[in-house]
T-cell receptor, first 117, second 112 residues
Framework: GAVVSQHPSWVICKSGTSVKIECRSL??????MFWYRQFPKQSLMLMAT?????????EQGVEKDKFLINHASLTLSTLTVTSAHPEDSSFYIC?????????????FGPGTRLTVT | AQSVAQPEDQVNVAEGNPLTVKCTYS??????LFWYVQYPNRGLQFLLK??????LVKGSYGFEAEFNKSQTSFHLKKPSALVSDSALYFC??????????FGTGTRLKVLA
């Protein structure tokens, strides 16, 4: 149980275009989802916290107009990288909390590798 | 400020020997702590967690960790390392909120 999927697993896009990454909880409902960014050989950096039906909460230094987050249902959150540039190339990982669980445990997706050319 | 620290960038251990990957934390309140493993170009795989209860936590693939409140540590251990254990290990935790604080990661290399 507690499986989180991400789509696509990897994507290459041209500079200036936008790309959408989906994060789905497959067998549970997630009131809260988190989006992380990971640079090569570095730790995960929390970008934003996404709550179903409300606006995402962005971490300091993360451009909300650049990284649009939508959490329209209890099983789906999307991250759209707008007007992508090569410096946005990174590994993006989402995680989700089970709404029925009282624990702090997050379930992680497999990640999406974005390359902007 | 709350923090999770992994003081070693890399740990090398011979196959069959015990391994330890260190993690210390600094949080206000009762901490919750996790260990995850990451293989190249993959997401995080859950190993074990401490929320409350027994200080010795047993997890997946033979790993265990001991929550030590006085030393504010949560070191990951395994009695006998395998070459397939070679990967990047992350300690994460927090207190009072649902947001994780991640350590910087420790690369474990098990030598055959």
């Amino acid at each position: 149980g507690a499986v989180v999927s991400q789509h696509p697993s990897w994507v290459i896009c041209k500079s200036g275009t936008s790309v959408k990454i989906e994060c789905r909880s497959l067998d549970f409902q997630a009131t809260t989802m988190f989006w992380y960014r990971q640079f090569p050989k570095q730790s995960l950096m929390l970008m934003a916290t996404s709550n179903e039906g409300s606006k995402a909460t962005y971490e300091q230094g993360v451009e909300k107009d650049k990284f649009l987050i939508n959490h329209a249902s209890l099983t789906l959150s999307t991250l759209t990288v707008t007007s992508a540039h090569p410096e946005d190339s990174s590994f993006y990982i989402c995680s989700a909390r089970d709404r029925t669980s009282g624990s702090h445990e997050q379930y992680f997706g497999p990640g999406t590798r974005l390359t902007v050319t | 400020a709350q923090s999770v620290a992994q003081p070693e960038d890399q740990v090398n251990v011979a196959e069959g020997n015990p391994l330890t990957v260190k993690c210390t934390y600094s949080v206000s309140g009762n901490p919750y702590l996790f260990w995850y493993v990451q293989y190249p170009n993959r997401g995080l795989q859950f190993l074990l967690k401490y929320i409350t209860g027994d200080n010795l936590v047993k997890g997946s693939y033979g790993f265990e960790a001991e929550f030590n409140k006085s030393q504010t540590s949560f070191h990951l251990k395994k009695p006998s390392a395998l070459v397939s254990d070679s990967a990047l290990y992350f300690c994460a935790g927090g207190a009072g909120t649902y947001k994780y604080i991640f350590g910087t990661g420790t690369r474990l290399k098990v030598l055959a």
